[in-house]
């Protein structure tokens, strides 16, 4: 089964691992397109997304793709499963807030599929009941979380915070995506 994966790419240092995650995705016969936060423009280029996919990134609100179409409309009808991944604090929090001054929060707005977001951050930050409270409004809203699970940090030690791996984020959207069929 072919499944269409729309992937919001936060501006963490996970980043890297959505280059993977992208890869494995296509070379599985899935469909992926990518939004990114400018944010995530300092740990990733488009480029990379944009050759490992085939697709144009989505990297603003304003933008138009060759075809004449705003991709976030395009993108937001087709999908069959939004993951957003690294969501960092600050990202969780505009998802929660339902801010859209980036492409990655404005697609989780219009997005009408499942959503998975894959937090990462360090663990003083994922305590933080700021986060948390912000982490429980988007469960309430039916969002799913995977994540974050204990490991190393880029900050040199183990703790709550590190994102889960990308197997297991293209496992649960490849799920999410068939049951939205």
């Known amino acids: 089964m072919t499944a269409r994966i729309l992937l919001g790419i936060g501006g963490g240092i996970a980043a890297y691992k959505l280059a993977y995650l992208a ?3 296509v070379q599985q016969g899935h469909e992926v397109r990518v939004a990114m936060t400018a944010q995530a423009l300092d740990f990733v280029g488009s480029v990379t997304f944009a050759g490992l996919t085939g697709r144009p990134v989505i990297l603003s609100s304003t933008q138009i793709d060759a075809d004449g179409s705003p991709p976030h409309i395009a993108a937001a009808r087709w999908a069959q499963v939004y993951v957003v991944a690294p969501a960092t604090a600050d990202l969780l929090a505009r998802l929660a807030l339902g801010a859209a001054a ?5 697609l989780a707005l219009t997005c009408r599929c499942p959503l998975l977001v894959c937090p990462a951050m360090n663990d003083a930050m994922w305590l933080a009941p700021a986060v948390q409270q912000n982490v429980a409004a988007l469960r309430q809203r039916g969002v799913e979380l995977l994540g974050p699970v204990t490991g190393h940090l880029a900050e040199g030690y183990d703790a709550i915070g ?4 990308p197997e297991a984020i293209a496992a649960r959207a490849v799920a999410l995506a068939g049951a939205h069929r």
């Open 162 to 165: 590190r994102m889960v791996e």
């Open 102 to 106: 980036d492409p990655v929060a404005l």
């Open 23 to 25: 890869s494995r995705l």
